[in-house]
Structure formats: C-alpha cells, structure tokens
C-alpha cells in the first residue's frame, strides 16, 4: 500500500496566511451579510434606515399568514422541479449525443458551452425578444399555428418563458460536467457489454447512468441552489414576477417587498427562510439521495 503524502509547512503560521484571503472573502461577503440579514429579521426598519425598531418574530408571523408568500412557495417549488429536472434531462442527453460525435466534434462541444458565458440577465432578454406577443420570432410562429401566445396576460405561458430561459442558461455547465463524466468511463467496460449483446440503451442504463451518478448528484445540488438564487436575473429581465403575482418566486419576492414596498424587515425575514429552505435541501439530498450515489 503507497504511503500517505502529506505536506509539513516549517512555519506554523504560513498555512493560515494561504487560507487568509478565502477565509476573509466568505466572511465578508457570506458570513456577514447572513448576520446582518438574521437581525435586521427582527427587526422594523423604514425605507431610509433612520429608525428601527425591535419586533421579534413579528416579520415571520406576518410572512406566513401572508397568502401571497405561501403562494410563492408554491410556485418557487414547481419552478425548481422544471429547472432541475429539464436542465439535468436535456444536458444528459446533449453530452450523450456529443460523447459519440467524432467528425466535428469541437464544433459541436463550443455551440453547447457557449451559452454559459451568457449572463442570466442577457439570457432573460433574449427569450423575452424570441417569445414577445409583438416582436417575438417563436410568438409569430406559434401564432401562425393557431396558438394565441401571450406571456403578459397568461400565467402558464409567463412560467414557461422563464423556465426555457433558465434551463437554456445551465444547460452548458451541466453539459461540461456531464460529458467529462463520460469521457472519464473505460471504453472496454462498453466493448464488453457490446460484446456481449446489449445495445445502445442496454449500455447507457446498465454502465454508464450508474458510473454517472456522482456527476447526477453534484448537479442536482447545483441545479436547485440555481433555481433558488441565481434565476433572479431571469425573472426580473422578464416577467418582474408577473402577471400579476404568478412568477413570483421567492428570491424575486425578497427584492421586490424590500427594494420596491420598503419593507426591509420583512424582506429580510424571508431571505433567512430563503436561505434555511436551501440549506435543509442540501441536507436532506446529502442525507437521503447520496445514499444511492455509487462511488
């Protein structure tokens, strides 16, 4: 058995002089926003911050006897589900394909990565020019077919626009993660089982989805940490959480109740609860899913 290799630093100290500068980003930028976010919570504040006022949990009872933020809920659960599940299914399926392209094959591969370099806010406004009721190529086309498309008047077509433009923006880092995963299977465990008689499917259920699931797994926890958060650029250049309410997810929520309604202690008491759904999540994946992930 090889023997461990550890590395010894002469000075005591130097190891917490490399860790320094990671260590004061996480506390400036996470550790203590989250502090601030927890107390201001409790309390009231006004618009300028001139005057506060400690209310305890006042800010959560009035948050869950509010309909409109349980509703929220709601929609925030079924939009997570689409953009996880759409976002894995799709990119799965793209690395797949790209995996068995040999002629043109970095063609290909650079098309699939490049909208990752897309920022989520240009990626929300380019399918908002695609499927706008006026402007908007794909509307045309959908028009043209008999279907009345409208994103500002109907609910269902407002969920879908915002779901296709946040599914379209990950789709290339999971590709990335995916068809590395592939690459990174031992082509004569294929052979074998080709050898053997199993076909396409047969291979990809039977070899490479099970060699698949830590990669299956990672992604999971990424793609709902990024239907939590960072889709709030989506929506924003989008729908604004409308029509109405109804793609009011709950990271739009805490920017619209605090920045456009003022109310910053109630906005920051659903950011905490924002910040305890995602945690609990990443737990409860870790717990219950990682169970059946084969290392």
């Known amino acids: 058995m090889a023997a461990e290799k550890r590395v010894l630093f002469k000075s005591a100290w130097l190891p917490w002089v490399l860790l320094a500068p990671q260590v004061i980003v996480i506390a400036v930028f996470f ?10 919570s409790f309390q009231e504040q006004d618009v300028f911050g001139m005057s506060t006022q400690w209310v305890g949990l006042a800010n ?8 409109a933020y349980l509703q929220s809920f709601k929609i925030t659960a079924f939009f997570s589900v689409l953009v996880a599940a759409l976002g894995i299914a799709i990119s799965l399926m793209l690395a797949v394909f790209a995996d068995r392209i040999v002629r043109g094959e970095l063609v290909y591969k650079t098309f699939l990565i490049v909208p990752y370099a897309v920022a989520p806010a240009v990626a929300g ?9 006026t402007l908007g190529v794909v509307a045309y086309g959908l028009r043209s077919l008999g279907y009345d498309w409208n ?8 969920v879908t626009l915002i779901v296709i433009a946040a599914v379209w923006k990950q789709i290339s880092y999971n590709f990335l993660f995916f068809l590395a995963g592939l690459q990174s299977i031992p082509k ?7 050898i053997d008689g199993a076909g396409a499917w047969r291979r ?3 070899i490479q989805f099970p060699l698949l699931s830590p990669t299956t797994f990672f992604l999971l926890v990424i793609n709902v940490v990024y239907a939590f958060f960072d889709t709030f650029s989506i929506v924003d250049a989008t729908t604004q959480g409308g029509p109405g309410q109804d793609t009011m997810i709950l990271v739009y929520k805490v920017y619209n109740d605090g920045f456009k309604n003022g109310d910053l202690g109630g906005s920051a008491a659903q950011s905490v609860v924002l ?3 995602v945690i609990a999540l990443t737990v409860v994946q870790f717990r219950y899913v990682e ?3 084969q290392y």
């Open 31 to 40: 550790f203590w926003p989250a502090g601030q976010a927890l107390l201001q």
């Open 60 to 67: 959560f009872r009035a948050l869950f006897a509010d309909p």
């Open 125 to 133: 406004v380019l399918w908002l020019f695609l499927f706008s009721p």
């Open 151 to 158: 994103y500002l008047l109907n609910s269902n077509h407002a």
């Open 188 to 194: 004569s465990l294929i052979e074998a089982a080709a």
């Open 204 to 206: 990809f259920w039977s």
């Open 275 to 277: 910040m305890a759904i």
């Open 291 to 293: 169970k059946k992930v």
